[in-house]
């Protein structure tokens, strides 16, 4: 199942004897878990209904799985970074890795008593090769955190902003998802800083958003990209020296460019070939809520000028990672020779 179905379960009351929390999105994960123990654990008596194992044997884990709580209907077992579930180090000709110990856990698993409720936190994905991975997933007992698609942002960041007492739009949150990303963390950190930022005042607008959020690499180059075509060349610097300046990547800008210019000469393939506006968004890959100012932009240049400057920056990354070209200041020649390209 997913975050969201998790998290409608949990409201329902429907709780499952075990669970396997994976995923990338970690943020979401702490919430859900925390959510799980705020609904089975009363007030007061949290730390005596609650038991967290670090990479546990399986007979610390059992026991501490078959003590009763105390004047609850439940104890919350936490087994975090369980190594039944990491991948093997040794090298296994079989899919499963060699562990006598393993099966004492699968085995628990299908009888947990009703007086527990098993937890089982991984960082990032599990292995889904082991036995216990594959009794868990029968049990449909496996809880995906993968990252939020931007749908789910937009709509996580509204639920969450409207909490705060604060009105944000459908545009709005899409802007805001756009300029911060979609990691959850940073999200709610930006979040936090708008809601300070606002006072009093609860509708959010996209001033705001562009004045208090700290702006995602993609969006920067986004806006880069947007000033170089428009011949603003002394801003498009200003920004690819703002990203260097907080430790970005050069090689990081550089494959952003290439993205951008990619998208640029797709969508202007598009717009050329009369393919409905409604569809051009999901055709490159890119926010719906952006198509027009990314139009707007393909629109500058002919389709045979922007492919040029695609090719260009494709055959100048493949070079650098040849060893052909240097590295060092890879992006401020990006930049410098997709002007002369754009200009001729």
């Not at 299908?110 to 594959?134: E, H, I, N």
């Not at 969006?219 to 000033?227: G, K, N």
């Not at 990203?243 to 952003?256: H, Q």
């Amino acid at each position: 199942m997913n975050h969201t179905a998790f998290f409608e379960q949990v409201k329902a009351g429907n709780i499952a004897p075990v669970y396997l929390m994976e995923g990338t999105e970690e943020y979401i994960k702490q919430q859900a878990l925390s959510q799980l123990c705020k609904k089975l654990l009363p007030a007061g008596l949290e730390e005596l209904n609650l038991t967290e194992l670090r990479n546990p044997d399986p007979d610390a884990l059992i026991a501490a799985a078959e003590t009763l709580p105390f004047m609850a209907d439940k104890r919350v077992v936490i087994a975090r970074e369980c190594k039944f579930l990491e991948p093997s180090r040794k090298k296994e000709t079989s899919a499963e890795p060699a562990d006598d110990k393993a099966s004492d856990i699968t085995d628990y698993i299908q009888r947990v008593p009703p007086s527990v409720c098993l937890v089982f936190y991984v960082k990032g994905k599990a292995d889904g090769r082991r036995k216990l991975y594959t009794l868990l997933k029968k049990q449909n007992a496996i809880v995906d955190f993968s990252p939020m698609s931007e749908a789910e942002c937009n709509a996580w960041t509204r639920k969450t902003m409207a909490r705060m007492g604060k009105n944000l739009s459908p545009e709005v949150a899409a802007r805001l998802t756009f300029t911060v990303g979609r990691d959850a963390a940073l999200l709610r950190q930006e979040m936090d800083k708008l809601a300070a930022f606002l006072g009093d005042r609860a509708d959010v607008a996209p001033e705001d958003v562009d004045a208090i959020c700290t702006r995602s690499t993609e969006c920067t180059v986004f806006q880069m990209v947007d000033a170089q075509v428009a011949g603003r060349s002394s801003e498009a610097f200003s920004l690819l020296k703002d990203m260097l300046r907080a430790g970005e990547e050069r090689m990081a800008v550089l494959a952003m460019l290439l993205r951008q210019y990619r998208i640029l000469y797709h969508l202007r393939t598009l717009m050329d070939d009369g393919v409905p506006a409604n569809q051009q968004a999901a055709l490159v890959g890119i926010s719906p809520f952006f198509l027009r100012n990314t139009q707007q932009q393909a629109k500058r240049y002919a389709k045979e000028k922007l492919k040029q400057a695609y090719d260009w920056l494709l055959q100048f990354e493949f070079d650098i990672k040849g060893g052909l070209q240097p590295q060092e200041g890879c992006a401020e020649t990006a930049l410098f020779q997709l002007m002369e390209i754009l200009e001729k």
